[in-house]
C-alpha cells in the first residue's frame, strides 16, 4: 500500500521561508517521479516541481523557478520542497505526489498525500 505523508506547512510572513517533506512508503523515492502540487481554494489543482533522484532530473513551475527547490533523500526515503521568498500568492495546499512518468499533468498521477497548508500573509 502506498503512502505519502507530507509535513511542515504552516502560516508565515511574506518573504520568509519554510520546509516541505512527503515521507513516501510503498514507493521508492530514488526511482520514482516524485511531485509537488498546489491547490488555492476555487481554483485547479497546479504543478510546482518535479523530481527524478534516479535520473538527475528537476523541473519547476515558472512562478516558483529561483524561489523553490525539490530535493530527495533515499537513505529517508522523502522528499523535500524548500520554499523562501515567499508570497501570498503562494498560499495553498501542498500536496506530493508520486508516478513513475515525468509528468506535469495531475490527472496522470495515481499516488497522492493528503496535503500540507501553507498560508502566506502580507
Known amino acids: 500500500q502506498v503512502q505519502l505523508v507530507e509535513s511542515g506547512g504552516g502560516l508565515v510572513q511574506a518573504g520568509g521561508s519554510l520546509r516541505l517533506s512527503c515521507a513516501a512508503s510503498?514507493?521508492?523515492?530514488?526511482?520514482?517521479?516524485m511531485a509537488w502540487f498546489r491547490q488555492a481554494p476555487g481554483k485547479e489543482r497546479e504543478f510546482v516541481a518535479l523530481?527524478?533522484?534516479?535520473?538527475?532530473?528537476?523541473t519547476y513551475a515558472d512562478s516558483v523557478k529561483g524561489r523553490f527547490t525539490i530535493s530527495g533523500d533515499g537513505a529517508k526515503n522523502t522528499v523535500y520542497l524548500q520554499m523562501s521568498s515567499l508570497k501570498p500568492e503562494d498560499t495553498a495546499l501542498y500536496l506530493c505526489?508520486?508516478?513513475?512518468?515525468?509528468?506535469?499533468?495531475?490527472?496522470?498521477?495515481?499516488?497522492w498525500g493528503q496535503g500540507t497548508q501553507v498560508t502566506v500573509s502580507s
Open positions: 510503498g514507493r521508492t523515492v530514488s526511482t520514482s517521479g
Open positions: 505526489a508520486s508516478n513513475d512518468l515525468l509528468t506535469r499533468l495531475p490527472g496522470t498521477y495515481r499516488y
Open positions: 523530481i527524478s533522484v534516479k535520473h538527475d532530473f528537476t
